[in-house]
């Protein structure tokens, strides 16, 4: 690595141990004081990692078991011992444990003090990293670099209150996988087209998924932020619309429920010819379809003989510091280094993760990559970032059921605008403490 970038590491590293370890607040929703022009000069002064301060620690570092795994060439164990080559003054012994990416939030929090130095963790489960006083945040030049390598909308998911509390390293969000032998490019850009010609696959019993048909037309979820006085606004003629859609998407004998894998079985027995998914499906979908192989952005639908845009909950997944780690210094940078564009191009070489460094991305590799352009078309054009107050927690389960109860033929277009009031009374009834 060239030493204008390791000097970006190591000014990160110093300026975030002043910002993320220095006082309680730094890892509230209350925005901690601002690093002063002092600091910020004598963490200029480590700018390379010859003239790093030699010492010894140990690092607890925790990610999913894919990214630890051997055939996938042990990304993170692989990332980590390439940030030790480049700081040959820090003698660090790494200590891995598996913890997924959605997971953090309910697996850091149970002892936080013992919980991992570095995890990897999904945006959605910031609010309660904070609350629980889990994550540091990122000051300084960490904050700078994660500003200016990525989209606003990348770094607003690791943000609350203008603070930021991670380094991402990909979108998260789902898009449409077809095949090409089946559906023109034009025909896959409405979901109504494609279903007058093959069968498609739809998670419609997965709360992740089925928001999608209702924010197309008009539905909102706290404002579609996070105002969380706004609440979820699933009421009134627009939703019942979407009610009456799905109730007769549910009885079209081509839609086929995606549940326990129906949808990658139909492709590779060629049953069905779409489905909705991400990027961790994308090799078993590459080999189902092989040459007709297709991957884009979210198809319209028509509502009332009107074209509306379905819209994914979409995020990102970054890398995260405890505030309660010994190394601070040490941490910040190792955070900084995995969600690098050097570690990002290596965890799309070996897992297909689909970077959000722009400078990664203007790679013509990439922007001719399908998956890379599905995934971020998605994010960028047919996507919500994905609300992460309190209140989004009364959301699952309901619209889960309102899901099986279109697959179960439950809801009617008799009974439609009743049961659309009734899901709405649901999900903004509170159930989750504030």
């Known amino acids: 690595m060239k030493k204008?970038?390791?000097?970006?590491?190591?000014?990160?590293?110093?300026?975030?141990?002043?910002?993320?370890?220095?006082?309680?607040?730094?890892?509230?929703?209350?925005?901690?004081?601002?690093?002063?022009?002092?600091?910020?000069?004598?963490?200029?002064?480590?700018?390379?990692?010859?003239?790093?301060?030699?010492?010894?620690?140990?690092?607890?570092?925790?990610?999913?078991?894919?990214?630890?795994?051997?055939?996938?060439?042990?990304?993170?164990?692989t990332m980590c011992e390439q940030f030790s080559a480049l700081h040959p003054n820090w003698d660090i012994t790494f200590n891995y444990g598996v913890c997924a990416e959605g997971d953090a939030k309910a697996t850091v929090t149970q002892d936080v003090e013992a919980a991992a130095d570095v995890y990897m963790f999904a945006n959605d489960n910031l609010t309660e990293l904070i609350a629980s006083n889990a994550i540091a945040r990122l000051g300084g030049e960490t904050e700078s670099y994660v500003k200016s390598t990525n989209s606003e909308a990348i770094v607003d998911s690791v943000s609350v209150d203008g603070a930021v509390y991670g380094v991402p390293f990909t979108t998260n969000t789902w898009f449409m996988y077809y095949d090409k032998s089946v559906f023109s490019e034009e025909e896959a850009s409405n979901l109504d087209t494609m279903l007058a010609k093959g069968k498609v696959a739809f998670p419609l019993t997965n709360s992740w998924y089925i928001a999608s048909f209702y924010i197309a037309n008009g539905c909102t979820l706290f404002g579609n932020s996070n105002d969380e006085a706004q609440g979820i606004d699933f009421s009134g003629d627009k939703a019942t619309a979407v009610t009456e859609y799905l109730v007769d998407l549910a009885a079209n004998p081509n839609f086929v429920n995606d549940a326990d894998g129906a949808g990658l079985a139909g492709l590779r027995d060629g049953s069905i010819?779409?489905?909705?998914?991400?990027s961790w499906d994308f090799s078993a979908v590459k080999e189902a379809l092989g040459d007709n192989f297709g991957a884009r952005e979210l198809p319209t639908i028509t509502i009332n003989g009107e074209d509306k845009q379905m819209m994914a909950f979409a995020g990102s997944k970054a890398i995260g510091v405890n505030p309660n780690c010994e190394n601070m210094q040490v941490a910040v940078a190792l955070a900084s280094y995995l969600g690098s564009a050097e570690a990002q191009k290596a965890h799309y070489e070996m897992r297909n993760i689909v970077p959000c460094n722009t400078e990664l991305l203007a790679d013509p590799a990439l922007q001719n990559d399908a998956l890379v352009v599905a995934q971020n078309a998605t994010f960028d054009n047919t996507a919500i970032i994905q609300p992460f107050v309190a209140a989004m927690g009364n959301y699952w389960t309901p619209a889960e059921n309102m899901g099986k109860a279109f697959v179960n033929k439950e809801v009617t277009h008799a009974n439609a605008a009743e049961k659309t009031e009734a899901l709405n009374e649901t999900l903004n009834t509170s159930v989750v403490e504030q």
């Open 4 to 77: 204008k970038m390791l000097a970006l590491f190591m000014t990160a590293a110093m300026v975030a141990s002043l910002a993320g370890c220095g006082s309680q607040a730094a890892t509230t929703t209350e925005a901690p004081a601002e690093t002063t022009e002092a600091d910020a000069e004598e963490a200029e002064e480590a700018t390379s990692a010859e003239e790093e301060e030699a010492l010894t620690c140990e690092l607890t570092v925790w990610g999913p078991s894919e990214d630890q795994a051997a055939e996938n060439g042990n990304w993170l164990p």
């Open 273 to 278: 010819s779409a489905i909705f998914s991400g």
